[in-house]
């Protein structure tokens, strides 16, 4: 089959296409996929230049890629709920039991992946599962964002944030965020109450007694954002940690993130998907032997939506 992997750690220059990679195997209470399309994240990035290594080394060849979306093509033993042929979405990365989705064909576990939304097209389905999930998380589950709540979601232009700002928007609250001076149309499109140019305002200064903070696009100046939090507000991030000791002193609580792409949590994007009140953007699409292109694209463009990888 074919597959997108990797031989050293690098920038794109690393990257092989390998017409004659070996079919993964299958094993209880996983599926095989005949991948569709795949999106691209940081955390692709990450593994191809060895910075995740550390935390969980992975030997060569490494096929990339964890979004996808395509089609059933074998079931494992124990896996129930889904037929071969069936049109799915999910991750199948190698920190969550799978074996990359830049591939022919991928393995993941059952529990990683859900029937695709139907009101979308197969190809736009491989752009939600990783950001979908961590937007889904941070807003209903870990942040509990309620009716009145004032959250800032620094990055609002970016995949996750984009999510973020429509769900908390859906359950009632004030939400401001920082986007770049291009995307400022677009993030009050998604409903946000409070857009501001991140090169050219700093939140820190301008907004006070805010319930919660997401933060999703950066990590260098992450301890100013503490300011933004009234007493007991709560600040989670997908990129680092504020300083333990400051976030004491302003008496707010740091909420450790870490995502899980569930099948319960892709089914309820799925709902709001097909429902009408989540939007998804996709910037550009690539055809699979580009990937070098789309790579290039995807980390140096910072494109306003997600880039897929086309089969």
């Known amino acids: ?52 290594q ?8 490494i096929t990339l890629g964890g979004d996808f979306s395509g089609k059933i093509f074998e079931l494992g033993a124990d896996v129930k709920g889904f037929k071969v042929g069936d049109e799915v979405y999910g991750t199948a990365g190698p920190f969550r039991g799978g074996t990359g989705s830049f591939a022919e064909f991928l393995v993941t576990n059952n529990a990683n992946i859900a029937k695709k939304p139907v009101s979308i097209n197969i190809t736009n389905a491989a752009a939600i599962p990783l950001v979908g999930t961590c937007a889904l998380q941070a807003i209903e589950e870990d942040l509990d964002i309620k009716k009145g709540d004032k959250i800032l ?38 409903g946000a109450d409070e857009v501001y140019d991140y090169k050219e305002q700093d939140v820190s200064e301008i907004l006070k ?10 990590a260098d100046d992450i301890d ?42 892709l089914d ?6 097909d429902s009408g009140k989540l939007k998804i953007r996709v910037a550009k699409t690539f055809a699979f032997p580009e990937i070098k292109e789309a790579f290039s694209y995807f980390e140096t463009e910072h494109p306003r939506g997600k880039v897929v990888l086309s089969m």
Do not use: C, W
């Open 1 to 52: 089959m074919r597959a997108i992997q990797i031989n050293a750690f690098g920038g794109p220059e690393v990257i092989e296409l390998n017409d004659d990679a070996k079919k993964p195997d299958l094993k209880p209470g996983q599926v095989m996929v005949k991948v569709h399309s795949a999106s691209l994240n940081p955390v692709d990035s990450m593994i191809r230049m060895g910075y995740a």
């Open 54 to 61: 550390k935390m969980m080394p992975l030997p060569f060849p």
């Open 153 to 190: 979601i620094r990055g609002g232009g970016g995949g996750i944030g984009s999510i973020a700002i429509q769900l908390a928007k859906l359950r009632g609250s004030h939400v401001a965020t920082t986007v770049s001076k291009n995307d400022m149309d677009y993030a009050k499109s998604l």
């Open 209 to 218: 007694d805010y319930d919660a903070v997401f933060e999703t696009a950066r």
């Open 224 to 265: 100013k954002l503490l300011n933004v939090l009234k007493k007991g507000g709560k600040f989670i991030s997908v990129t680092g940690t504020p300083d333990k000791e400051k976030a004491k002193q302003h008496d707010v609580t740091i909420i450790p993130f870490m995502s899980k792409a569930t099948k319960a949590e």
């Open 268 to 273: 309820r994007l799925s709902k709001l998907i």
